[in-house]
């Protein structure tokens, strides 16, 4: 991760090295879901893998889940490419800031303070989220 683009790079098991990374998400400053580089992250910081049963059987089987620090949120990159936000910026605030402390539905109510780490516990499906600004580490339950 670099600022606002992700990069992928594949290891290659017959040459048993890493092949030269490619932009796969992101690339401008800004913030919008979206796929590739059509996505918009401002300042991608710590993130995490995450199993996902849903792509069982198929050849990456994890979601990765990471800080957008300067948009105030936890954003999943998918195997395809498709950037979401997952969690912050749901409420709105009279002066139309998108950081903030609010607990609540991850994606419809809650807010962060630049968020700058996080890490999931798959055992009782927790993920605890570092805040820089808010100078606290929350957790969001799946449920």
Known sequence: MVQSRIYKSMYNWDKEELEPAIIFAGGEV?????????????RAYQGVFVENPA??????????????????????????????TF??????????????????????EARFGEPTGIDYDAKNRIFYIAE????????????
Do not use: W
């Open 132 to 143: 820089r600004y808010n100078k606290r580490i929350r957790t969001i339950t799946i449920e």
């Open 55 to 84: 792509y069982a059987g198929q050849a990456d089987e994890y979601d990765f889940y990471f800080c957008d620090q300067n948009n105030h949120s936890i954003r999943i990159l998918e195997p395809n490419g498709m950037v979401t």
């Open 30 to 42: 800004g913030d919008v879901d979206a796929i590739g580089t059509s996505a918009r992250i401002s």
């Open 87 to 108: 969690a912050g910026k749901g409420s709105p605030t009279p002066d139309g800031s998108k950081r903030g402390y609010i607990d609540g539905h991850p994606r419809l």
